[in-house]
């Protein structure tokens, strides 16, 4: 029972994900390519597929998060865990433009957004 609620929550927390980066992405579309560079800055890659023309920006990398180390007792013995390290994350912003408007869009990653009160996060939307 516990796994059938942890499977549910965990669906729900990725479905809601998906819709504020769905969100995210069509809240551009109809927009100039320039409107666009303003608030996100320049792609971090273009590219030409099947004579369309796609522009990436990638917030990828690492974080460390440090390392904790908990101790307890069974009474005889002393057990330890060690929780943290680094993490590896991504959040890639994929674009379609037609003759220099937004058309379409897509995400990929681990981490989108992540965390939309930050800055540049805080931005992604109009």
């Given at each position: 029972?516990?796994?059938?609620?942890?499977?549910?929550?965990?669906?729900?927390?990725?479905?809601?994900?998906?819709?504020?980066?769905?969100?995210?992405?069509?809240?551009?579309?109809?927009?100039?390519?320039?409107?666009?560079?303003?608030?996100?800055?320049?792609?971090?890659?273009?590219?030409?597929?099947?004579?369309?023309?796609?522009?990436?920006?990638?917030?990828?990398?690492?974080?460390?998060?440090?390392?904790?180390?908990?101790?307890?007792?069974?009474?005889?013995?002393?057990?330890?865990?060690?929780?943290?390290?680094?993490?590896?994350?991504?959040?890639?912003?994929?674009?379609?433009?037609?003759?220099?408007?937004?058309?379409g869009?897509?995400?990929?990653?681990?981490?989108?957004?992540?965390?939309?009160s930050?800055?540049?996060?805080?931005?992604?939307?109009?």
């Amino acid at each position: 029972m516990k796994k059938l609620l942890l499977i549910a929550l965990l669906a729900g927390c990725a479905a809601q994900t998906n819709e504020t980066m769905d969100t995210v992405l069509s809240s551009w579309y109809g927009s100039s390519v320039d409107e666009v560079i303003a608030r996100w800055g320049y792609p971090d890659v273009e590219r030409n597929v099947a004579g369309r023309q796609l522009l990436e920006w990638d917030k990828s990398g690492v974080v460390n998060f440090g390392y904790d180390t908990y101790g307890y007792t069974d009474g005889y013995n002393v057990y330890a865990t060690t929780t943290g390290g680094p993490r590896a994350y991504s959040c890639v912003r994929q674009l379609e433009v037609d003759r220099g408007v937004i058309v379409g869009g897509d995400w990929k990653g681990n981490n989108c957004p992540f965390n939309l009160s930050l800055p540049p996060y805080n931005e992604w939307p109009k």
